[in-house]
């Protein structure tokens, strides 16, 4: 008898202990939650920040590309614009053009569809491109960048900035004329830096337009800077002669090499 009341004693939780039990659970669960909070927290800024930097990334680097395999950087200088403009060695493919349109930024190459470089999943703040002469060297252009994790969380905000520049660097096969954007302003070439040799298939003005009746017309004189040199003419018989000036001033030929 005396064991069946002590067995009965020791059966259940007392009061105490539930008490006690509750407590620590209530603790851990405490504890427990407050984890769960901050990792959520944590996951949803780093995928914040990894969506912004990859549609950074996609943008900038597609932007250099473009740039650097463009035939003619078709801008005005020193003006910063929310339009990128391309001259590019294939004519179905000019202009390429990218663009800032609602928060978005839009590729478009010649005739077809624009494409969206970015998703919805970011707001484009601002793009903004500017080009720079570069004299002696390549035209610059200076790219602007800003996007932000397009959320009302506050806790998920994020907004990074990207300015960087890039030349067109590569060599260029160019489908339409080239002007200098400003009138007799600019060389090609100078003492130093040298063209080697030109080819021409038309006419060629010097210091005027040039004329179909003529395949060279200038408005100054032709001046040679070595009396051994001087103009090469075909005669009817096939032969060149190359014409030069003599001391006493009288025109002497040469029979030489038709070029």
Not at 38 to 46: A, E, V
Not at 126 to 145: A, H, M
Not at 181 to 188: H, R
Not at 222 to 242: A, V
């Amino acid at each position: 008898m005396d064991f069946i009341k002590r067995k009965k004693r020791t059966e259940g939780f007392s009061l105490i202990e539930l008490v006690v039990y509750i407590g620590i659970f209530a603790a851990a669960s405490v504890f427990m939650v407050g984890i769960l909070i901050i990792f959520t927290r944590i996951n949803l800024r780093q995928t914040a920040i990894n969506e912004v930097n990859d549609q950074v990334y996609f943008v900038n680097n597609t932007v250099q590309r473009l740039v650097k395999d463009s035939s003619f950087i078709d801008m005005a200088a020193g003006s910063a614009t929310s339009t990128l403009s391309l001259l590019m060695a294939s004519s179905t493919m000019s202009p390429t053009q990218v663009y800032l349109e609602d928060g978005i930024v839009y590729l478009k190459e010649g005739s077809f569809s624009p494409i969206p470089l970015t998703d919805t999943n970011v707001t484009v703040n601002d793009f903004q491109v500017t080009k720079y002469e570069n004299p002696g060297g390549q035209s610059l252009v200076r790219i602007y960048l800003t996007l932000s994790y397009n959320t009302l969380n506050e806790q998920a905000k994020f907004k990074r900035t990207v300015n960087t520049a890039v030349s067109r660097v590569s060599a260029a096969t160019f489908d339409s004329s080239i002007l200098p954007n400003a009138d007799d302003s600019y060389d090609l070439g100078n003492a130093s830096k040298k063209w080697k040799d030109a080819y021409f298939s038309g006419t060629v003005g010097i210091g005027t337009a040039p004329v179909s009746s003529a395949a060279l017309k200038v408005t100054g004189d032709i001046s040679m800077t070595t009396s051994t040199k001087g103009i090469i003419l075909p005669s009817p018989d096939g032969n060149c002669w190359r014409l030069t000036m003599g001391d006493d001033g009288k025109t002497d030929s040469t029979v030489v090499t038709c070029p």
